[in-house]
């Protein structure tokens, strides 16, 4: 099929190039030339159209392989997608596997570690319990005993006064005095024992809070690593859980 075209753009060529024949529109081209290149054309055409035959022919041979190819790429890409999504799964399912066992080892240890903490604050709330009840007991035996010698060195200073009359007004007067020192000091005595009481429980009170602190926020992580992705990252409410941790201390 080229040399019939090339073949044709000489002739085209050679017309084009031609001498015009004067007072007309024809023109004088070499005869041998054009002969000679028509002969090729003839020569050519037909070895070109039992090409173009032969193509045509197998037209629906290179189609009906072009298909075939195709679909056997299609299937062999469909298997590879199906094989892929499968070790996909396989995968997945191994990583949930592992994520829920992993889950379930925090929670144990996390359930763990709040018991223990909730035991060892109730142990400290009943250790700090006691040396305060002790403390307070012993501080008010002491308050009671010293108020007692107080008003008994009191009454004894006014009755040996008493007898005395050159002193009986002055002695009045101090024992009056000790009297009232020895109350005085007995309200001391009574109050620094409350304050006592009243600081340790309080720092009793500040202990128990950080450790009921370090529990809520242990069971918070729990509660987001377990529920988080069915509850927005917070535990579904149950009945008689005040999320505090105070229910954790009956």
């Not at 002739?11 to 290149?37: F, Y």
């Not at 054309?41 to 037909?46: L, S």
């Not at 193509?55 to 009906?64: A, E, I, N, Q, T």
């Not at 002055?170 to 006592?196: F, W």
């Amino acid at each position: 099929m080229y040399r019939v075209f090339e073949s044709l753009d000489a002739l085209v060529t050679i017309v084009e190039e031609a001498r015009s024949v004067p007072m007309t529109s024809n023109c004088v081209v070499p005869r041998g030339d054009v002969l000679e290149l028509l002969d090729d054309v003839r020569e050519a055409i037909p070895g070109e159209m039992d090409d173009a035959q032969d193509v045509l022919d197998r037209r629906d041979d290179v189609v009906s392989e072009a298909e075939r190819e195709a679909e056997e790429t299609r299937t062999a890409a469909n298997a590879e997608a199906e094989e892929t999504l499968q070790n996909a799964r396989t995968e997945a399912e191994r990583l949930v596997a592992e994520a829920q066992e992993e889950a379930g080892r925090t929670l144990a240890e996390a359930r763990h570690e709040a018991e223990r903490a909730v035991a060892e604050g109730r142990r400290q709330y009943a250790e700090v319990t006691d040396r305060a009840r002790d403390e307070a007991e012993r501080m008010s035996h002491a308050g009671r005993a010293a108020h007692d010698r107080l008003i008994a060195d009191g009454q004894n200073e006014q009755t040996r006064l008493v007898s005395q009359t050159e002193v009986v007004r002055s002695a009045h007067a101090e024992a009056g005095r000790i009297v009232d020192g020895a109350h005085a000091e007995a309200d001391r005595l009574r109050r620094e024992c409350d304050d006592y009481v009243d600081t340790t429980l309080g720092e009793l009170e500040t202990t128990l809070n950080n450790a009921l602190g370090v529990v809520g926020r242990g069971r918070s992580q729990i509660w987001r690593g377990q529920y988080g992705p069915n509850y927005g990252g917070a535990r579904p409410p149950e009945q008689g859980r005040t999320g505090t941790g105070m229910d954790l201390i009956d």
